[in-house]
């Protein structure tokens, strides 16, 4: 049983791991050994206190650096729901279970905004996790909307199952060698079916599929954390980073506007320490 | 007119002045050219993102040379009062004066407890600025209490016209060399008078004196502000760091715990975008 888990790599993440190891405590850490495409990708960041007008990836390199030396671990897997068990919380990665009193969310916003269906048939042909529930679609034909290059890799393994891929990649020189994947360039509009997704439609072009995936580098919490409260899109969270769930807090974009380093790491520490109180103060009620 | 006024050079501060001067606009930044002392002091921060087990010196050198960098001016001056005028807020620095649309408040937290008397007897004999008041006391008895070594030249300041000076200092190694400066070591536990100040007592001596400062590295915000609604001991803020006045905001140790810089450069970045918005909105109303 962990103290915490923090689910995302992120600047929040990064902040919270921090504190957390600081504090001699026990944690897992969910995310990617690469930490964030978004932090990678960023050309310039200005205004980030104590590293001067640094490029995305030497802001990277730094993160990665300074988790080196504190000799924390990444755990570098996808967590695919979150439940609460009364005493504790269940965190599900593919096939694989984690315990942990506390949670601390800070898994981003993805800037892809959700597909006309999306959530109505998510768990009824619609996947966002290709280790997941790749199998289920071996032989089969598929539909794919990939948000970043550094998911290619689900991709090939969706590939190397199904019979046939219709892949929509949203970003630039996708490098997909399977010859049963077939780019339908732009954007899907909409996922239809009856009692489970059934076909994809691209403006004017319906395909005809047996399940749909979605990579995306962010899952809407709601979707993440059974119960979750939101409010215009991020999660509710009051100064303390609480949610409305005892024990979960949340940290960085998921929590709102402004997308910014600095706002991530503030609220990455600040989740930490809540965590640390809630787990203080609940140290008698739980094994 | 300037667009902000940022009070404080701490983490809160330097976060804030990154943000407005990466989005180009024209604001004051009131604090000292040192930055915090609390920084300087600290020994070894773990936790920062970005920074690697850093000492203090070396965050206070990474800030320092950021600031530079960025070509952001630090005016090295001391915030006695800001007043809400209706269409801006007024600032007063001893006998200079500045107007704002918008006002930061990072002005940290003074881990020194009010002396008993302090609020009740403050601009009738207590006084927080010796180079504001300083003069009045020309000739007469002071009490002065100090709680950092970097404020030994408002001590000095104050010894040069005073005839005699009663000095607490809260701090290792005063070096005060003038005749009439009697050290008294200890706390002040009570200021006393009848309509203003007219002695200290610290443990079970009492002197008469004429007047008492109070020199500290940081004033309650409260005093600073008036009409500045608080909450147990910090400034009562949103969300968005929204104090109850409306286009002053609130960042870093002022606003509560936990006392972290990454805490603090966070909410220096939201303070700062919650005030370009609140100029975006009231562009057409202000002058």
């Known amino acids: 049983m962990f103290d915490t888990a923090i689910i995302g790599t992120g600047a929040a993440g990064v902040s919270a791991a921090l504190t957390l190891k600081a504090m001699n405590r026990n944690f897992i850490w969910f995310g ?8 990678a990708r960023a050309e310039k960041i200005r205004n980030y206190p104590g590293l001067s007008s640094v ?8 993160f990665l650096s300074q988790i080196e030396e504190m000799d924390i671990e990444i755990a570098n897997k996808t967590v695919t729901g979150v439940y609460d068990m009364g005493e504790y919380y269940g965190i599900l990665c593919d096939k694989e279970s984690f315990e942990a009193k506390t949670v601390i969310l800070a898994s981003g916003v993805e800037s892809v905004k959700p597909v006309k269906g999306e959530l109505e048939f998510l ?8 280790t997941c529930d790749g199998f289920l679609y071996k032989g089969k034909t ?40 077939e780019i339908v360039p732009g954007m ?30 962010a899952i809407t919490p709601s979707v993440l954390v059974t119960g979750l409260a939101m409010e215009d899109g991020h999660v509710k969270v ?8 005892k024990g979960v807090f949340a940290a960085g974009d998921c929590t709102g506007r402004p997308y910014q380093y600095a706002k991530a790491v503030g609220e990455g520490n600040v989740a930490a320490h809540s965590a640390l109180e809630y787990l203080s103060e609940n140290a008698s009620s739980k094994a």
Do not use: W
């Open 32 to 39: 990617s050994a690469r930490l964030s495409e978004k932090i």
């Open 188 to 217: 899907i509009r909409e996922i239809v079916g009856e009692r489970k997704a059934e076909a994809v439609r691209y403006g004017e072009r319906e395909l005809l599929v047996d399940g749909v995936f979605l990579l995306k580098e």
């Open 55 to 62: 490029s995305g990836e030497e802001m990277q390199r730094a």
């Open 123 to 130: 768990g009824r042909g619609v996947s966002y996790c290709a």
């Open 238 to 245: 009051n100064r303390q980073l609480e949610t409305n769930l």
């Open 142 to 181: 598929i539909a794919v909307l990939c948000t970043s290059k550094a998911l290619e890799h689900e991709i090939s393994y969706l590939a190397s199952l199904a019979k046939k891929v219709y892949l929509t990649p949203l970003y630039k020189t996708p490098e997909i060698e399977a010859e049963n994947v």
